[in-house]
């Protein structure tokens, strides 16, 4: 039989949120069994493995599998920025929280698939919609990125949408390219001739402007009408430099 023994982990600050609130702290230590991984433990604190980057003990850098020894100190990592993704460009998955980061990261040309439709066991779904495309799932809920069976997951910092936006795009660094997808549903957006969709403009649209495009998925028809100043000023702000 093996007997227990104490193992500390040492979480930085940007991690420690993440934690549930009775164990939130810089420095933890845990009732190790000997047989559990430092996977598990870190689990165990709240903190999803997706937002780890490295686990470093004395003897240099482990992988989550590893078995940790009597009186093991543990320093955990935060992920490198960019980070890797399983495809190249990223394609996220967002919660049906998230819905106005998505309409914001579709603007900018990013592949962000997104629902508001309730849908029974909702986080197993979205795990394995994640998996089944190749998406990080993007998300404020600690739960569902703790699922083993998540393969790609991010915890979304900021309260507000923009501060989501600059988060997303400074962890994982996707490749930008404004007003090519549709807000709605995240279709690509094409050039369409005028006289292809003027039976679908109001009087005063089809006066007023010239250049169209249409959401090749689901038809909806895009102009730079007068909110596009607006538009224009948001992807500025996360387009420069």
Not at 57 to 80: I, N
Not at 86 to 113: E, K, M, N, S, Y
Request: with cysteine; aromatic share 6%.
């Amino acid at each position: 039989m093996t007997s227990a023994s104490n193992v500390t982990l040492l979480v930085p600050e940007a991690l420690q949120p993440l934690m549930y609130l009775k164990r939130r702290s810089g420095q933890v230590t845990v009732t190790d069994d000997g047989t559990s991984t430092i996977g598990h433990h870190i689990g165990s604190l709240g903190i999803p493995l997706t937002e780890i980057g490295s686990v470093r003990v004395d003897s240099g850098e482990v992988d989550f599998s590893w078995r940790p020894v009597a009186g093991s100190v543990v320093l955990l990592g935060l992920p490198a920025r960019p980070q890797a993704t399983p495809t190249r460009p990223p394609r996220f998955l967002l919660d049906i929280h998230l819905g106005a980061l998505a309409r914001r990261l579709r603007l900018l040309g990013v592949d962000a698939a997104w629902s508001n439709d309730p849908i029974e066991n909702a986080d197993e779904v979205l795990v394995a919609r994640a998996r089944e495309g190749d998406r990080v799932l993007l998300t404020r809920d600690r739960g569902i990125l703790l699922r083993r069976s998540l393969p790609a997951g991010a915890y979304v910092r900021g309260q507000q949408p923009d501060e989501q936006v600059a988060d997303v795009l400074d962890r994982f660094a996707p490749p930008l390219a404004p007003f090519t997808r549709c807000p709605a549903c995240n279709g690509v957006l094409r050039q369409v001739a005028k006289a292809d969709v003027a039976d679908r403009l109001e009087p005063g649209t089809r006066r007023t402007y010239q250049d169209f495009q249409q959401c090749a998925d689901c038809g909806a028809v895009y102009w730079a009408g007068a909110h596009h100043d607006r538009l224009r000023r948001f992807v500025a702000r996360h387009t420069a430099g």
